[in-house]
């Protein structure tokens, strides 16, 4: 990560909320101590594994000293960052999130983002509306998702930053304008919510509705629900900086409690439950589908709750809406990107290994190239005989765009009869490669795959169909095994 992600973030992630941005500053906040992280084991020359852990020990401390929260922290570093959870990983992470929240309580005392104390436990009766709101939650994970990702293209189709910024703060203020409440982080919303008064950030409407009337209540927190995606969206799409965990802890607020609202008042309900205890659950399970971490929301909202009177519900609702939305959406939000790249880390040892691999350093640049015109005698003199290799790229001379091989055995029946070396020329004998690679789009995934599937040794490497190397499956499978070795913690 780069130097200026120590501080970029951190200011321009304030200017973003401060203007209306809907997003939160959590994230900023962990990209920072990520950066600091990455740049901290750079300096010191640590290993592949080593710097992970670093940049997941920053991630971790930033989210304990955010939230007052160091188990979950610890979890997220483990669930979202792939880190392995071994006892040489383990110590680093406590330590990084104890100093943290010590910290956070020397400068902040024990004031905390969401301060709330559960007052009531749940009822056994109650577990299948949670498992039912956990079925919810995933469906409004789905509904984010396909927002978000369907804005974010719209956006990439404004090809510059001056349009996306104008377009992005226009539609930003009319949403707020028409729906106050959607400004900024909405910290406040959630905890008018969780509280049970969410009429005090509703009251004022564009509308002038009474909010008193509770069938107004629902459909006006349903509308917030569902345009807090659309200004998150819009804020990211424009080039906002901010997190998404405020706009999933704000829609899983608002879900849980509408929930638990409309079927008390239908009275479907053995009992009047707990608004409070469904808004609560209702974040976790948003943050379970949204963020595809149902472990980091389960522990999060346990520990911001003062203790595990819920833990049985947030496990359902969480691991509900996790499967669900796993069925229709492989990767969270966090990862859509780097999905795209090829880049994304994951459990997957091998799949990391090759993610973390450099295709610019298995490339070999010591075949010699030869061109279309020249004939049999050429290739033996100028390239048979002085190389030590047995496939020869070819290329157009000018323009350096790859045509094919030839391959020592394609001439070997042929190389010593020199009444033939005239009369026979590269074109005639040059054939297609079984498979190309293409430097800027191939990741060591694909590459891997393509050995795999043409059976080929030596695989020429393009960049726009110009002739660069050749990767060979030796030196890849080398290189493989030193980066396994490197990312392998040690005992």
Known sequence: MSRFQMIGSILTAPITVGFGGSVGLEGPTVATGAAFGSNISRLLHLSQTQRTLMVGCACAGAMS???????????????????????????????????????????????????????????????????????????????????????????YQLKTPIKRILVGGLSIGILIYLIPPLYGEGF???????????????????????????????????????????????????????????????????????????????GIFPHSVSLSNFALVGMAGLMAGILHAPLTAIFLIAELTGGYKLFVPLMLTSGISYAVVKNFVSYSIYNMELVRKGELITHNKDHAVLSLMDIQRVIETNFIAIFPSMTLGNVVRDAVIK?????????????????????????????????????????????????????????????????????????????????????????????????????????
Not at 194 to 213: A, F, Q, R, Y
Not at 446 to 455: A, D, L, Q, R, Y
Request: proline share 4%.
């Open 65 to 155: 000293a955010i939230f007052k929260a160091p188990i979950a922290a610890i979890v997220f570093a483990v669930e979202v960052f792939s880190l392995d959870l071994t006892l040489i990983s383990l110590l680093p992470l406590l330590g990084a999130t104890l100093s943290a929240i010590i910290t956070s309580y020397l400068f902040f005392g024990s004031e905390i983002l969401l301060p709330f104390e559960l007052e009531k436990g749940f009822s056994i009766s109650d577990l299948p509306f949670y498992a039912l709101l956990g079925v919810f939650c995933a469906f409004v994970s789905l509904y984010f998702s396909k927002v978000y990702e369907k804005t974010h293209h719209f956006f």
């Open 188 to 266: 406040s919303v959630i905890n008018a919510i969780i509280k049970g008064h969410p009429e005090t950030v509703l009251d004022i409407n564009i509308l002038g509705l009474d909010t008193s009337n509770e069938i107004t209540l629902v459909l006006l927190l349903l509308c917030l629900m569902a345009f807090k995606v659309v200004g998150a969206s819009i804020t990211f799409g424009a080039g906002g900086v901010g997190g998404i965990f405020a706009p999933t802890l704000f829609m899983g607020s608002t879900l849980g409690y509408t929930f638990a609202k409309v079927f008390n008042w239908w």
């Open 387 to 491: 190389s030590n290799r047995n496939i020869f790229p070819v290329i157009e001379p000018k323009t350096k765009i790859f045509l094919g091989i030839i391959l020592l055995d394609d001439i070997r029946s042929v190389m010593f009869d020199k009444g033939m070396y005239d009369r026979i020329t590269v074109q005639e004998l040059m054939r297609k490669a079984p498979e190309v690679i293409e430097i800027t789009q191939d990741k060591m995934t694909v590459i891997m795959k393509k050995f795999e599937g043409s059976g080929a040794w030596n695989i020429p490497v393009l960049d726009n169909k110009k002739y660069l190397g050749f990767v060979s499956k030796s030196k890849l499978l080398t290189a493989y095994r030193r980066k396994l070795i490197e990312v392998t913690p040690r005992a």
